[in-house]
C-alpha cells in the first residue's frame, strides 16, 4: 500500500463532526475517520478541500482507498461534492472542494463561503490549492496571511480563540491596502489590550482596520 506517511501540519487541535453520522449505526470505522479527517478542515460552512494526500496521510490509507470512501460518504449523505457548474461565473481550479453536511438539507455555500475554507488548509498546499480561488490570488492569499495574524495577536493577549475564516472580509479589505501582516498583528494587540482595559469584549479585525486607518490614513 502506498500511503503518504508524513502527516502536514495541522492547525487545529479538533474535529467537530455531524451528530448524525455518530448515530449511525450503519456508519463504519473508516468512513468515520475519513469523516473525521475532513472535519478538520471545514469552515463555519461545513466546505473544505484538503488534497487527498493530505487525508491519505492522516488515514494512513492509499490515495485510492480514500477517494472510494468519500465516494460512500457523498453517496450517503454526508459530504456533498462542490462542482465547477455551481459556480460558474467563478475559476474553480482542479483542487477537490467538499461540504461536509451536518444536516441533511444544508444549503449550498456561496463563493464567498467556499473561499473562507482556505484558511485552514496545510500551509505548505495553500499556494496550490489556493490558485482555483478565482480573481486575484495574490490578494486573497495576503488576505488569509491577514486574518491569521490577527486571530493568532487575538489569542496571545486575551487567551481566546477566534476563527480567522470569519474575518476574511476586513481581511480582503486591509490587504487591498497593502497592509503587512506585521502591521495588523501589532494594532491587534493595541486594539486587544485596550478593550481588555475598559473590560469590552473581544476585538473584530473590523475594530482593527478602523484603528489601522486612523494610524494610517489614506494619502
Same mark, same amino acid.
Given at each position: 500500500m502506498n500511503? #503518504?506517511?508524513?502527516?502536514?501540519?495541522?492547525?487545529?487541535?479538533?474535529?467537530?463532526? #455531524?451528530?448524525?453520522?455518530?448515530?449511525? /449505526? &450503519?456508519?463504519?470505522? #473508516?468512513?468515520?475517520?475519513?469523516?473525521?479527517?475532513?472535519?478538520?478542515?471545514?469552515?463555519?460552512?461545513?466546505?473544505?478541500? #484538503?488534497?487527498?494526500?493530505?487525508?491519505?496521510?492522516?488515514?494512513?490509507?492509499?490515495?485510492?482507498?480514500?477517494?472510494?470512501?468519500?465516494?460512500?460518504?457523498? &453517496? /450517503?449523505?454526508?459530504?456533498? &461534492?462542490?462542482?465547477?457548474?455551481?459556480?460558474?461565473h467563478k475559476q474553480f481550479g482542479n483542487a477537490n472542494r467538499y461540504q461536509v453536511l451536518y444536516e441533511k438539507d444544508a444549503k449550498l455555500p456561496s463563493w464567498e463561503e467556499v473561499q473562507t475554507a482556505a484558511l485552514l488548509i496545510a500551509p505548505d498546499e495553500q499556494q496550490k490549492e489556493i490558485g482555483g480561488l478565482g480573481g486575484k490570488k495574490q490578494s486573497l492569499t495576503h488576505a488569509i496571511l491577514l486574518a491569521s495574524a490577527y486571530a493568532n495577536a487575538v489569542e496571545a493577549v486575551t487567551g481566546q480563540f477566534k476563527r480567522a475564516d470569519q474575518e476574511l472580509g476586513a481581511a480582503n479589505r486591509l490587504a487591498n491596502k497593502d497592509f503587512s501582516a506585521e502591521q495588523v498583528q501589532d494594532a491587534t494587540r493595541a486594539v486587544a489590550l485596550a478593550a481588555l482595559a475598559k473590560r469590552a469584549g473581544v476585538p473584530a479585525l473590523a475594530d482593527v482596520e478602523r484603528h489601522l486607518m486612523v494610524e494610517h490614513p489614506p494619502s
Open positions: 500511503s #503518504p506517511s508524513e502527516v502536514p501540519e495541522i492547525r487545529r487541535a479538533w474535529s467537530i463532526l #455531524p451528530v448524525r453520522a455518530l448515530l449511525d /449505526r &450503519k456508519m463504519n470505522e #473508516p468512513q468515520l475517520r475519513a469523516l473525521a479527517a475532513l472535519c478538520i478542515y471545514t469552515n463555519s460552512f461545513g466546505v473544505c478541500y #484538503p488534497a487527498l494526500r493530505t487525508l491519505a496521510a492522516i488515514l494512513g490509507k492509499d490515495l485510492a482507498s480514500v477517494s472510494r470512501i468519500i465516494s460512500r460518504l457523498e &453517496k /450517503r449523505g454526508y459530504v456533498r &461534492k462542490l462542482r465547477a457548474q455551481d459556480y460558474q
